[in-house]
């Protein structure tokens, strides 16, 4: 039986090394590909308006809802919060997800962020002769720091794959996020999901950025209360970055040196230039109520 996947992208400008790269290979094995940014960091300052314009440019085959930061509440009238409370910018995060759904007609849907990299034609080959999927599972993906051939030793669960009929659309909104939606999932799930070959299909990236960037992401995005993350990231790119990029993650990994890259985000190039056709028809801008607005038809 065919079933069709749609991959939802969670993005932010802090991440534009990778989000070409992870379209580009979501494509080869989605029916749908839509990629949700909030128009503010989930610290409350406004986006990189220029990366943005340049990332909806570069990628017109794709779909991209961008979606309004709200000062004092949140899309959700079950989560009253404030920006004080701790959990606020992972709400943030969790929203991005939450809002994607509404956008989607698949019958599966892939959760992935900008800095996953999933290699598309694997994936696409486990997907279609996989013969029985749970309803939910969490892929296996390997995690890198500093550069490209850096990579931990141990291999985690990070991106969401589950049967959208299954879904209950509100377990997305936690502080937890993608683990708290498989987590509290009540049907037959699954974990460390590895593709034919036996190895992770995912490569995450998340640290693989410079200093400069590195400390932007620490400032902005949506673990930003968890750590003393200046410290932790002058401690990475130190001296002996071999020894102290595994420090970034929690809890700290092993790391090691691999042969050759399956991407490398440090040669893509940071624009500095304005665009100049800045008509984007790829692009749909939305708020809470048009989000509400949604749900109750996907009720």
Same mark, same amino acid.
């Given at each position: 039986?065919?079933?069709?996947?749609?991959?939802?992208?969670?993005?932010?400008?802090?991440?534009?090394?990778? #989000?070409?790269?992870?379209?580009?290979?979501a494509?080869?094995?989605?029916?749908?590909?839509?990629?949700?940014?909030?128009?503010? +960091?989930?610290?409350?300052?406004?986006?990189?308006?220029?990366?943005?314009?340049h990332?909806?440019?570069?990628?017109?085959?794709?779909?991209?809802?961008?979606?309004?930061?709200?000062?004092?509440?949140?899309?959700?009238?079950y989560?009253?919060?404030?920006?004080?409370?701790?959990?606020?910018?992972?709400?943030?995060?969790?929203?991005?997800?939450?809002?994607?759904?509404?956008?989607?007609?698949?019958?599966w849907?892939? +959760?992935?962020?900008s800095?996953?990299?999933?290699?598309?034609?694997?994936?696409?080959?486990?997907?279609? $002769? $996989?013969?029985?999927?749970?309803?939910?599972?969490?892929?296996?993906?390997?995690?890198?720091?500093?550069?490209?051939?850096?990579r931990?030793?141990?291999?985690?669960?990070?991106?969401?794959?589950?049967?959208?009929?299954?879904?209950?659309p509100?377990?997305?909104? @936690?502080?937890?996020?993608?683990? @708290?939606?498989?987590?509290?999932?009540?049907?037959?799930?699954?974990?460390?999901?590895v593709?034919?070959?036996?190895?992770?299909?995912?490569?995450?990236?998340s640290?693989?950025?410079?200093?400069?960037?590195?400390? $932007?992401?620490?400032?902005?995005?949506?673990?930003?209360?968890?750590?003393?993350w200046?410290?932790?990231?002058? /401690?990475a790119? @130190? /001296?002996?970055?071999?020894?102290k990029?595994?420090?970034?993650?929690?809890?700290?990994?092993?790391?090691?040196? #691999?042969?050759?890259?399956?991407?490398?985000?440090?040669?893509? $190039?940071?624009?500095?230039?304005?665009?100049?056709n800045?008509?984007?028809?790829?692009?749909?801008?939305?708020?809470?109520?048009d989000?509400?607005?949604?749900?109750?038809?996907?009720?």
């Amino acid at each position: 039986m065919s079933r069709r996947i749609a991959t939802i992208i969670s993005y932010c400008t802090n991440d534009y090394r990778f #989000i070409d790269r992870c379209i580009a290979e979501a494509m080869k094995f989605s029916d749908e590909v839509v990629v949700c940014v909030c128009d503010h +960091f989930f610290d409350g300052s406004p986006e990189n308006r220029s990366l943005l314009e340049h990332t909806y440019a570069q990628n017109p085959g794709c779909r991209f809802i961008e979606f309004t930061y709200l000062p004092d509440r949140l899309y959700s009238l079950y989560h009253p919060m404030t920006p004080e409370d701790p959990d606020w910018s992972a709400l943030w995060a969790a929203t991005s997800r939450y809002v994607g759904l509404h956008y989607i007609e698949s019958d599966w849907v892939l +959760f992935l962020d900008s800095d996953e990299i999933v290699e598309g034609e694997p994936f696409r080959d486990w997907f279609n $002769q $996989q013969c029985s999927l749970s309803d939910c599972l969490r892929l296996a993906a390997y995690l890198y720091a500093v550069r490209p051939t850096l990579r931990c030793k141990k291999v985690v669960n990070l991106p969401l794959l589950v049967n959208k009929e299954t879904l209950a659309p509100l377990t997305l909104l @936690g502080p937890l996020e993608r683990i @708290g939606a498989y987590l509290s999932h009540p049907g037959p799930k699954e974990e460390k999901i590895v593709g034919l070959q036996g190895r992770p299909l995912v490569h995450h990236y998340s640290w693989v950025r410079t200093k400069e960037e590195a400390l $932007q992401k620490g400032a902005t995005w949506s673990h930003r209360h968890d750590r003393d993350w200046v410290s932790v990231i002058d /401690e990475a790119y @130190g /001296e002996k970055p071999k020894e102290k990029p595994g420090h970034l993650f929690d809890p700290p990994m092993e790391m090691e040196e #691999i042969d050759a890259p399956y991407f490398d985000p440090l040669q893509v $190039q940071i624009p500095t230039v304005a665009v100049l056709n800045r008509k984007f028809l790829n692009v749909a801008k939305v708020n809470d109520r048009d989000v509400f607005l949604k749900g109750l038809e996907f009720l």
